[in-house]
């Protein structure tokens, strides 16, 4: 009860604090339109009448990364139960873009409320949710609480605990447990994700090893590749070379690096697609400030021979995966922990990282075991690699047969969680 208290007076000050900051990025994102009534709880009537009537799947994935694993388990939970509705919450406008695209007609799509008990309770109401999904990490303590409270039941799906949240959770653990001690399931991606949610304060009952969600999908030939999005031939002799997801100065290296090899290898192509879409128009910038051509994707007109073609849409990357030789992993030359390396070795591409990638630190240490990806450490040595890439066929070649048997071994997930919600769907055995 003291740990609820001291949680719900701070709760409003932490946001005030924040508040600032969290409008700032809001309005240099953009697509939160309409977001403030949703985040207070407050839907259209139509809706909450239609949700009323119906015992819905509540599906909660804070962003892009996330959102894909909500998706996966819609389809595998549907194709069993044609009956199910889902309710998916996101907390960006990016992962709110993805959800309403991929929307079924039948489900709805809401920003994530803020966690106050008037605001959470006033939510659960309206939902009306039969069990309440959190995809990895998403834990909010009131909404646990209530949820618990009233007996719903709750899964942690494909959840992880990296170093850095370890890290942060161990400082409150007292907060933590009583948060993770109310979870029926936790379908964890790897044994250290089990033990130390454990050791955080989960049931050990409640605690399995699934595997990762984000290996099952299925890898489409995607027609919008460079020709489709940026109206530029690609012969065979092309080779494509993809910064993806990437950070605030990555895209500046992979410039630099792109002017010191084009003469040498005039067949390279470079294609960026920024981790936040919301920061072309600085990327643009910074290219042309380079002397470099840039062709954007939402421009509509065909790529001038030489440009380094920009990516400002979102929900187009698997497309240029497909046509991708070459991908550097973003966010892994700034000490930020990298992105996720398994769609682009699904698609069979050679992966180059940095040496950042606490955040997938297990997938990392599977694609070394494999010989599947090159790890650089600066941007002299990422030019070195992609140099002896280019000129090495066989080399490509073999790291991207590795990465795609790294991902078929990594399969089958999403049916181990499956079975999981379904045992405590009918109750949680509180």
Sequence with gaps: ??????????????????????????????????????????????????????????IHAVSVGEMFVAQTLVQAIRKKNQEAHFVITTSTSTGYRIAQQKRDDRDEVFYFPLDFIPVIRRVIDQINPQQVILVEGECWPNLIWELSRRDIPIALVNGRVSDRSYGRYTRWKKLVAKVFGCLDVCSMQHEVDGERIRELGAPAAAIHCSGNIKYD??????????????????????????????????????????????????NLMLVIAPRHVERVDDVERAYLE?????????????????????????GELSGLYADADIVFVGKSLCEKGGQNPIEPAAYGCALVTGRQMQNFKVESELLDQADARVVIENELELVQCIDALLSNDDRRQRLSRAAEKVYHAGKGATAKTVALLEKIMVGSGR
């Design 290 to 314: 380079l002397g470099l051509k840039v062709c954007r994707r939402t421009s509509n007109q065909p790529a001038e021979g030489g440009s380094v073609l920009l990516l400002d849409s979102t």
């Design 1 to 58: 009860m003291i740990v609820r208290l001291i949680y719900n007076l701070m709760a409003p000050l932490f946001f005030l604090a924040l508040l600032p900051s969290f409008m700032k990025r809001m309005r240099r994102r953009g697509g939160y339109e309409g977001s403030t009534l949703q985040r207070l709880g407050f839907y259209s009537p139509a809706i909450v009448d239609k949700l009323k009537h119906r015992h819905s799947i509540w």
């Design 217 to 266: 999908f299925d890898v489409i030939q995607d027609p919008r590749g460079v020709e489709h999005l940026f109206k530029v031939k690609k012969t065979n002799d092309i080779v494509v070379l993809l910064g993806s997801s990437t950070w605030p100065g990555e895209e500046v290296v992979l410039g630099r690096l792109y002017q010191q090899l084009i003469d040498k290898h005039p």
